[in-house]
């Protein structure tokens, strides 16, 4: 089933993407959100994926979303949060090019929940992209251990503190970058070239 996109492959541009994680990155993590119209952006995030957009990045949010296995939500919700997800960055003539998520529990041991790299992969695939000159940056350490595995430059900024102890996870994992907000890191990433 490769053989199209790897035939393809050769005349298509190479591309450098930006791998953005979802919650707690571009928005406050609202705990198995189901809908859209609670979502808001982190200030910065719009300006950010903007520029980068503008530096020729690809802009590919990879996302766990075990809500979906869970019975939380649905496959439906999560594609109704990501198109207001875009709806919002338009305001700042910024786009996701692509979602890619893991619907499934930890417990599975899949390999596409990150830390595991199958979403990355899938990408790479799908957008012909280098990940020796793409970044990914994440509140979570397995965010940085994912882009680690691939080669990716990696960006680490915490999720603002709030009233309650950091979450297991919730460590820089000795990522390249580490930033006190998104824009930052982003920046940081640009000026690598
Ligand atoms: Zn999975």
Not at 44 to 55: F, I, K, P, Q
Request: with cysteine; hydrophobic share 40%; net charge negative.
């Amino acid at each position: 089933m490769a053989a199209p996109s790897d035939a393809l492959a050769g005349s298509r541009p190479v591309e450098r993407a930006l791998f953005v994680d979802r919650d707690g990155t571009l928005n406050p993590d609202l705990h198995y959100l189901k809908e859209p119209e609670r979502l808001e952006l982190f200030r910065g995030v719009g300006g950010a994926l903007s520029l980068a957009r503008d530096h020729g990045y690809v802009i590919v949010c990879v996302t766990n979303q075990s809500g979906i296995e869970r019975g939380l939500y649905t496959a439906n919700d999560v594609d109704r949060i990501h198109a207001r997800l875009n709806e919002l960055l338009r305001a700042h003539r910024a786009h996701i090019d692509a979602f890619y998520y893991c619907p499934h529990l930890p417990e599975h041991g899949c390999a596409c929940r990150k830390p595991g790299t199958l979403l990355f992969e899938e990408a790479r695939r799908d957008w012909n992209i280098d990940f020796g000159s793409s970044a990914v940056v994440g509140d979570r350490g397995i965010d940085v251990e994912a882009g680690r595995k691939l080669g990716l430059l990696t960006a680490f900024v915490p999720r603002p503190v709030v009233a309650e102890p950091a979450a297991s996870g919730n460590d820089d994992a000795g990522a390249d970058i580490v930033a006190s907000t998104f824009a930052n890191a982003v920046m940081r990433v640009l000026a690598r070239g």
